[in-house]
């Protein structure tokens, strides 16, 4: 069902350029609502129990990539149920489960959740981690900050330490084995969620939205032991945003781009160049998620190993 989405003139303009022939195909898909899916806590409740709770209750629950992950349909309201207030499971799109499962931290790892708030990967990542290692979970805002506590508290993520802070304050250099930045963005991917995502869009926005990007994971890579691995993520398509922010952590050494597949989900390559600028090879290797191949919100996601400069 098509809605009432508002599309700004300037971002219509740039994505007929990017989109070229698929164009239309992008924005239809911009101006419907994303399909439900969660992610089971498996913290409280393996997901083959939850699943069979869930269905009795009337909800149709489709596996999707991962044993914790489920498509829902049958409900209006999954966080409103008391599952989702037990602390169960999580309401989350399924473009934006992937960096954490790409990341693949091993259960005893240090592990870094550089910009966390809400928590929504946090708990992916412990869940990953099975309860184990440490996950070292930054936000900078006061009130988001609030709700990470809170979301922490109610999923029981024990091996989670909550650091209210400035990650570009931190000091400790070379400290942990893998690393999750899914950054603030200019949430261009979110248009699927909320109709006015892109009332506040615009280019000026994305472009001081990168000068963050870069310093956080400039800032990220530095936290990380050499051979330590980072995964970079957006809910934009700006390659200002991406592909232009990936180059600038190899133009800085020390920097390394790996390949990773997963399946299940379409993902296209990073571009090569975008306005007359060329990017490194190796940043084909990155993952775009275009919401008309998934039926998804808009992602991008870059796997990084720090190297010795």
Excluded at 195 to 212: I, P, R, T
């Amino acid at each position: 069902m098509a809605r009432k989405t508002f599309i700004p003139p300037q971002f219509r303009e740039k994505y007929s350029k990017i989109m070229g022939e698929e164009a239309n195909v992008f924005f239809e898909v911009c101006r419907t609502k994303w399909p439900k899916s969660i992610w089971v806590n498996s913290l409280k409740i393996r997901p083959s129990v939850l699943k069979k709770s869930l269905e009795k209750k009337g909800w149709v629950l489709d596996d999707l990539f991962h044993e914790n992950a489920f498509a829902i349909s049958g409900v209006e309201r999954p966080g409103g149920s008391e599952e989702f207030a037990q602390g169960l499971f999580n309401a989350q799109e399924k473009s934006s489960m992937l960096p954490a499962l790409v990341l693949a931290p091993k259960k005893n790892d240090l592990v870094l959740d550089a910009t966390a708030a809400p928590g929504n990967k946090t708990l992916q990542l412990a869940c990953l981690m099975e309860g184990r290692g440490k996950i070292v979970a930054v936000e900078k805002n006061v009130e988001r900050f609030k709700s990470l506590r809170f979301n922490m508290k109610k999923f029981g993520a024990r091996n989670v330490i909550l650091k209210r802070m400035d990650l570009l304050d931190a000091k400790k250099n070379n400290l942990f084995d893998k690393a999750l930045l899914d950054a603030p963005c200019s949430s261009e991917g979110l248009v699927r969620k909320d109709f006015e995502a892109l009332k506040n869009w615009s280019q000026e926005l994305v472009e001081k939205k990168a000068a963050l990007q870069k310093k956080l994971l400039a800032k990220t890579i530095e936290l990380l032991k050499e051979g330590g691995e980072v995964v970079y993520s957006t809910c934009s398509l700006s390659p200002e945003e991406n592909e232009e922010v990936v180059q600038s952590a190899l133009d800085a050494g020390g920097a390394k781009i790996l390949g990773f597949e997963f399946a299940g989900m379409k993902l296209r390559q990073g571009f090569r160049g975008y306005n007359g600028k060329k990017f490194d090879g190796s940043i084909s290797k990155c993952a775009r998620i275009y919401p008309q191949d998934n039926d998804s919100q808009g992602f991008f996601i870059a796997k990084i190993r720090k190297t010795a400069t």
